[in-house]
């Protein structure tokens, strides 16, 4: 059974579409890589995902009791957080601020699993470090910590490699893996990079004026990667 | 000296501008910081010099409480500001310039026009660069002055986990749930409610002053969100504290004291940074 599905979804800005009925849906521990060039409405596709932006037309359905509270989100870095003054702790524990009832201040079990998450991602060691002192791998890790407090079903990464080098890629990467593997946690995730996509992923979207949405290896054997991968060679 | 701020202090009116002064720094540095970090340093300018039309307006229609006309019109461009901030046709800069020098421009004329004023040049600068207003406060605008501020502190604690998830990644937030639209409105009734209060103190044109060096001289120093925050809170009500004691000794124009202790805390706040950094 779907956890997610998309019907017929129809994404644009201000009136103009970008992606025209787009039907796919996500199971329980899928690792669902989302492909396709720049402006082609990736990004756009997982803020309706996320909720934070209205389809033209078509729906989003969330099924199999899961809300919108266990989609867990790493967002692009910004330009505003490369100098932002807070320690890791800080960012960690922010992703407990819509944890069950509504509440002002954070409580020890919020701690707590902030506490946990950091082990997770093996950062406990940088807890009271600056945020923006850090690489940019560990940056990662510290806003993957942050999504894994806000949710454990599903996550959704905007290119979590993005700017990262060969090997904290590489790290990153088998990072994400583990938790889909390991934790059973469903992966959603944006990426430019169709090698790591076909090693990793187990279902492919693949975004352009074409639409492709697949498993893994029916994405091989189509015409799209043929010409995606020959492209990319070049 | 500590005679003559003895004899000063007898005085009601020099307490009350020290308690007003005072609070508005501690009110104004609070939200400094999420502002300078949202990229939004600007607002504090432009705003004010939305209230200054406004102000220009309610003299002109001869109000006796000009805060009736001036609050609700600053709070109503800083919610229209913050809110088109993003996806504006005008971007949030531009938008906050055609805002605060249109405001400016038509406020100056209005007052040319209309004005009954025999002084208006007078009028226009002390609306602009403080005034000895700070001096002739009467104790009800001075408990306005305290319950508004003690509200600002309260919510601000209140609401300070919600501010900074905002602050750091509104995206995040909204994925998760927090309501970001109303604390970004939150945020800038705030802002707005704060700049009208230190129109008094230090002038519409000085205001981003109080709002934007003590939360960056604050980041100089510290590295955590909760250390800057109380940090750029006592830096502010020390540097207020300061400049209008100083100015009080030196009969100097209150607001303009005010900041410039706050640019030479700012430049020593940087020689402590690049000395530790070293």
New interface residues.
């Given amino acids: 059974m779907s956890i997610i599905r998309c019907e017929d979804l129809t994404l644009g800005y201000e009136g103009t579409a970008i992606i025209n009925d787009l039907n796919f849906s996500v199971n329980t521990g899928d690792y669902l890589c989302i492909v396709g060039e720049n402006g082609s409405g990736k990004s756009t596709l997982m803020?309706t995902l996320?909720?934070?932006k209205n389809p033209m037309s078509g729906n989003v359905i969330l099924d199999e009791g899961l809300t919108?509270?266990d989609?867990?989100?790493l967002?692009q870095q910004?330009?505003?957080?490369k100098d932002?003054?807070?320690?890791v702790k800080?960012?960690v524990l922010?992703?407990c601020?819509?944890r069950g009832a509504f509440k002002?201040?954070?409580n020890s079990e919020d701690k707590a699993l902030a506490h946990e998450n950091m082990e997770r991602m093996s950062i406990t060691d940088l807890a009271e470090r600056?945020y923006?002192?850090l690489s940019g791998g560990q940056q990662q890790r510290v806003l993957l910590a942050?999504?894994l407090c806000?949710?454990r079903k599903v996550l959704?990464l905007d290119e979590p490699v993005a700017g990262l080098d060969p090997m904290v890629t590489e790290q990153m990467y088998e990072l994400i893996d583990e938790l889909n593997k390991k934790d059973g946690i469903t992966i959603i995730m944006i990426s430019h990079d169709i090698h790591a996509a076909m090693k990793y992923a187990s279902n492919i979207l693949y975004i352009a004026d074409d639409i492709f949405f697949g498993t893994k290896a029916e994405f091989k054997k189509h015409d799209i990667f043929k010409r995606y991968t020959l492209g990319q060679e070049d | 000296m500590i005679e003559k701020l003895a004899f000063y202090f007898q005085y009601p009116f020099v307490r009350y501008a020290l308690i007003v002064g005072v609070l508005i720094a501690l009110c104004s540095s609070l939200l400094g910081v999420t502002l300078v970090?949202?990229?939004f340093s600007f607002i504090g300018d432009g705003l004010s010099h939305v209230a200054f039309g406004a102000i220009a307006v309610a003299s002109i229609m001869n109000l006796t409480n000009q805060m009736v006309l001036v609050l609700p019109t600053t709070v109503i461009c800083a919610v229209v500001l913050l809110h088109t901030g993003q996806n504006a046709k005008i971007k949030g800069d531009a938008m906050i310039a055609v805002v605060s020098v249109g405001a400016l421009a038509i406020g100056y004329l209005l007052m040319n026009i209309f004005s009954t004023s025999s002084n208006l040049s007078g009028d226009v600068c002390s609306t602009l660069f403080g005034s000895t207003s700070i001096l002739t406060l009467t104790v009800s605008e001075v408990w306005v002055c305290v319950i508004l501020s003690a509200v600002i502190v309260a919510l601000f604690i209140?609401?300070y986990?919600?501010i900074?998830?905002v602050?750091?990644?509104e995206?995040?937030?909204?994925?998760?749930?927090?309501n970001a639209k109303f604390y970004n409105l939150m945020i800038a009734v705030m802002i707005a409610v704060i700049i009208v209060l230190a129109m008094n103190l230090v002038g519409s044109l000085l205001i981003s002053a109080l709002v934007i060096f003590p939360a960056l001289s604050a980041?100089r120093m510290?590295?955590?969100?909760?250390s800057?925050t109380i940090c750029s809170a006592v830096i502010s009500v020390i540097c207020a504290a300061v400049g209008i004691i100083i100015s009080i000794l030196a009969s100097t124009p209150v607001g303009s004291t005010i900041v410039a202790v706050n640019i030479v805390m700012f430049v020593i706040s940087c020689i402590v940074n690049t000395i530790r950094g070293e």
Wanted: overall charge positive.
């Fill in positions: 803020k996320l909720k934070l919108q509270k989609i867990g989100y967002p910004t330009v505003v957080q932002f003054p807070a320690k800080e960012i922010s992703g601020q819509s002002l201040f954070y600056s923006k002192e942050r999504a806000a949710a959704l | 970090l949202k990229r209140l609401f986990n919600k900074f998830a602050t750091f990644d995206n995040f937030a909204s994925a998760v749930g927090t980041m510290f590295k955590s969100f909760s800057v």
